[in-house]
T-cell receptor
Framework: AQTVTQSQPEMSVQEAETVTLSCTYD???????LFWYKQPPSRQMILVIR??????QNATENRFSVNFQKAAKSFSLKISDSQLGDAAMYFC?????????????FGKGTLLTVNP | GAGVSQSPSNKVTEKGKDVELRCDPI?????LYWYRQSLGQGLEFLIY????????KSGLPSDRFSAERTGGSVSTLTIQRTQQEDSAVYLC??????????????FGSGTRLTVV
């Protein structure tokens, strides 16, 4: 069974600084997708960035980028120029692309605090 | 609608009572998921609906949990004889059928269930 591990329950960063959130996963599959979701206090999960496993190039979305290391099964999220609005719980998620239900397997999350 | 709508936003119920949680997905989205988020835990897959196919119920934790989806749109998650361990946030998500799962889902804001 696939598992996703986020080893940092909490992280903090100063406004305008850079922070990296860690995620590792375990799978025997070669084709899959990886996601980072943000959950602010409103509870709604918001997709931040996604990565297709067959692509070697790391995904970027404005201030958000990932470091995808397929062999190491590592998928970290880098937030540059951190803003107060980035404060939230961040979840890493895995989806096997060959499955029948495309369910997401989530890590337990990292709570990010942004200090002014 | 413009987003995934869930109701009620919050629900407090007495132990042993039955509850119904409602999810109204994005119009045209054929895939619908229910997840449970317990305190300090990641999201746990419960059930998946895809069009008119039989649902994938592999994540339901006990036979007290059931769900249906009427007309390929609105879904109701029912918990019978609620227990205190059922207290959690129940999140619904929907997705267009892409055949690959590559785009992730759009989540609702969830229902926070408290069993007293």
């Amino acid at each position: 069974a696939q598992t996703v591990t986020q080893s940092q329950p909490e992280m903090s960063v100063q406004e305008a600084e850079t922070v990296t959130l860690s995620c590792t996963y375990d799978t025997s599959e070669s084709d899959y997708y990886l996601f980072w979701y943000k959950q602010p206090p409103s509870r709604q999960m918001i997709l931040v960035i996604r990565q297709e496993a067959y692509k070697q190039q790391n995904a970027t979305e404005n201030r958000f980028s990932v470091n995808f290391q397929k062999a190491a099964k590592s998928f970290s999220l880098k937030i540059s120029d951190s803003q107060l609005g980035d404060a939230a719980m961040y979840f890493c998620a895995y989806c096997y692309s060959g499955g029948s239900n495309y369910k997401l397997t989530f890590g337990k999350g990292t709570l990010l605090t942004v200090n002014p | 609608g413009a987003g995934v709508s869930q109701s009620p936003s919050n629900k407090v119920t007495e132990k042993g009572k039955d509850v119904e949680l409602r999810c109204d997905p994005i119009s045209g989205h054929t895939a619908l998921y229910w997840y449970r988020q317990s305190l300090g835990q990641g999201l746990e897959f419960l059930i998946y609906f895809q069009g008119n196919s039989a649902p994938d119920k592999s994540g339901l934790p006990s036979d007290r949990f059931s769900a249906e989806r009427t007309g390929g749109s609105v879904s109701t998650l029912t918990i019978q004889r609620t227990q205190q361990e059922d207290s959690a946030v129940y999140l619904c998500a929907s997705s267009p059928w892409t055949g690959t799962g590559r785009y992730g889902y759009t989540f609702g804001s969830g229902t926070r269930l408290t069993v007293v």
